[in-house]
T-cell receptor, first 113, second 113 residues
């Protein structure tokens, strides 16, 4: 049972434009959400996170939005750069879920120069 | 070490053979996780170690899979009688006590012929 879902396997965006990656979850007990970025032949690296007590967290070009009522979060990258081309994974965890991290299936972002 | 170290980086084996994958977490990280990523799939949780507590083995797909963590540091994931469907990238991650962020290694790519 996939508790964290990323319904778009791929996304292409022109350099300089906004990239929006989406993620949905089913377990209302999740209280912490993360985005990881993965390049080929490397492990995922942490990008940005958000606690359930917030609805927005910003770090430079990256902003994560959380809509708890919709069980939806999104990652905005603006402006997008070619170096942002990678696979992005959404993850969720919570004390009530045993501190396990549940990952989505990933979205492959291609930023076209 | 500076990061999570995994070995081997690549392993090709014949169906029916046993394999061992090693993970050396970041020093001081008490939590250690094993995930796997099959082709076209997301990150599948396998097992979680936290300090001296009994490991959470709920993600292990069959009894051919086992893992141990010696001395609260290095972990070994063992797959017995490998099958072709075991082919995947096996990722190890660790985290500090009370932290909500996982640091991943580069992974071990297993190919079962």
């Amino acid at each position: 049972d996939q508790q964290v879902k990323q319904n778009s396997p791929s996304l292409s965006v022109q350099e300089g434009r906004i990239s929006i990656l989406n993620c949905d979850y089913t377990n209302s007990m999740f209280d912490y959400f993360l985005w990881y970025k993965k390049y080929p032949a490397e492990g995922p690296t942490f990008l940005i996170s958000i606690s359930s007590i917030k609805d927005k967290n910003e770090d430079g070009r990256f902003t994560v939005f959380l809509n708890k009522s919709a069980k939806h979060l999104s990652l905005h990258i603006v402006p997008s750069q070619p170096g942002d081309s990678a696979v992005y994974f959404c993850a969720a965890s919570g004390l009530a879920t045993g501190n396990q991290f549940y990952f989505g299936t990933g979205t492959s972002l291609t930023v076209i120069p | 070490g500076a990061g999570v170290s995994q070995s081997p980086s690549n392993k090709v084996t014949e169906k029916g053979k046993d394999v061992e994958l090693r993970c050396d977490p970041i020093s001081g990280h008490t939590a250690l996780y094993w995930y796997r990523q099959s082709l076209g799939q997301g990150l599948e949780f396998l097992i979680y170690f936290q300090g001296n507590s009994a490991p959470d083995k709920s993600g292990l797909p069959s009894d051919r899979f086992s893992a141990e963590r010696t001395g609260g540091s290095v972990s070994t994931l063992t797959i017995q009688r490998t099958q072709q469907e075991d082919s995947a990238v096996y990722l190890c991650a660790s985290s500090q006590p009370g932290a909500n962020v996982l640091t991943f290694g580069a992974g071990s790519r297993l190919t079962v012929l």
